[in-house]
């Protein structure tokens, strides 16, 4: 027994110093790798940094002007006139005083209704004759229609046209007003300005009309609406 005792004594001192020399050594290894790592940072202090300095920014295109001549006008051919001058024509004045616009009721045009006959049973329409049936179609279809007014040239070979004048304001807004009231009640109404003799007026038209029995039948509702005397001119384009 004393023997044993003896040999496992002797055993745990080199078992002890195996573990201690492989902790040594583990901890050799260890330092060793770190000074790999970080001394040849800390020796070289001028070690190269290497920035990706490449633009992503593609090269300005190679763009050259292009020089454009000066338009020329055309031979031959006047220039346009200016806007205020267009559809502008020669100044009339009227013998009326203008209208007051926010004395003016003017309402919308409304077709106006088609007669109607009345129905009549049906014992009784079988008795009448057709002539009693003709005889009860209103009078306006037994009138004969005329014909179209044929459409004017002019000496350029463009068709005539003609406005209405229905007023003349030194106030363009009072224009601006009567211009309104007249396309809300279903006319085409349209303003110009002009200078005359007696100082800046500002016109109101209604057209234009290709045919002068149109403006004609035009003139007379606005006559009569506006309670005053409108001139009919030629329309200048």
Same mark, same amino acid.
């Given at each position: 027994?004393?023997?044993?005792?003896?040999?496992?004594?002797?055993?745990?001192? =080199? =078992?002890?110093? /195996?573990? @201690?020399?492989?902790?040594? %050594?583990?901890?050799?290894?260890?330092?060793?790798?770190?000074?790999?790592?970080? &001394?040849?940072?800390?020796?070289?202090?001028? @070690?190269?940094?290497?920035?990706?300095?490449?633009?992503? %920014?593609?090269?300005?295109?190679?763009?050259? #002007?292009?020089?454009?001549?000066?338009?020329?006008?055309?031979?031959? %051919?006047?220039?346009?006139?200016?806007? /205020? !001058?267009?559809?502008? #024509?020669?100044?009339?004045?009227?013998?009326?005083?203008?209208?007051?616009?926010?004395?003016?009721?003017?309402?919308?045009?409304? #077709?106006? #209704? !088609?007669?109607?006959?009345?129905?009549?049973?049906?014992?009784?329409?079988?008795?009448?004759?057709? $002539?009693?049936?003709?005889?009860?179609?209103?009078?306006?279809?037994?009138?004969?229609?005329?014909?179209?007014?044929?459409?004017? &040239?002019?000496?350029?070979?463009?068709?005539?046209?003609?406005?209405? $004048?229905?007023?003349?304001?030194?106030?363009?807004?009072?224009?601006? =007003?009567?211009? @309104?009231?007249?396309?809300?009640?279903?006319?085409?109404?349209?303003?110009?300005?002009?200078?005359?003799?007696?100082?800046?007026?500002?016109?109101?038209?209604?057209?234009?009309? +290709?045919?002068?029995?149109?403006?004609?039948?035009?003139?007379?509702? +606005?006559?009569?609406?506006?309670?005053?005397?409108? &001139?009919?001119?030629?329309?200048?384009?």
């Amino acid at each position: 027994m004393a023997s044993r005792d003896n040999d496992s004594y002797s055993a745990s001192p =080199r =078992r002890r110093l /195996n573990d @201690g020399v492989k902790q040594r %050594i583990v901890g050799a290894l260890v330092l060793a790798a770190l000074a790999v790592i970080f &001394l040849p940072s800390l020796f070289d202090r001028e @070690g190269a940094r290497y920035v990706d300095v490449t633009s992503q %920014i593609p090269p300005a295109p190679d763009i050259k #002007p292009i020089s454009i001549s000066e338009p020329e006008p055309v031979k031959g %051919i006047e220039p346009a006139p200016p806007v /205020n !001058e267009v559809f502008q #024509p020669e100044y009339v004045e009227q013998k009326t005083p203008a209208p007051d616009p926010e004395q003016v009721s003017l309402e919308p045009q409304q #077709p106006e #209704p !088609e007669p109607t006959v009345a129905a009549q049973p049906a014992s009784t329409a079988s008795k009448e004759p057709a $002539q009693a049936l003709a005889a009860s179609k209103p009078a306006a279809d037994k009138q004969p229609q005329l014909p179209a007014e044929e459409t004017q &040239l002019d000496e350029q070979g463009l068709p005539e046209g003609w406005v209405i $004048q229905v007023a003349a304001y030194k106030d363009s807004d009072s224009a601006d =007003r009567m211009r @309104g009231k007249l396309l809300d009640a279903g006319f085409r109404a349209y303003t110009r300005a002009v200078d005359t003799p007696k100082g800046r007026f500002v016109r109101v038209f209604v057209g234009p009309k +290709l045919s002068r029995t149109d403006a004609q039948s035009d003139k007379q509702k +606005l006559d009569k609406l506006l309670k005053a005397e409108t &001139l009919i001119l030629r329309y200048r384009a």
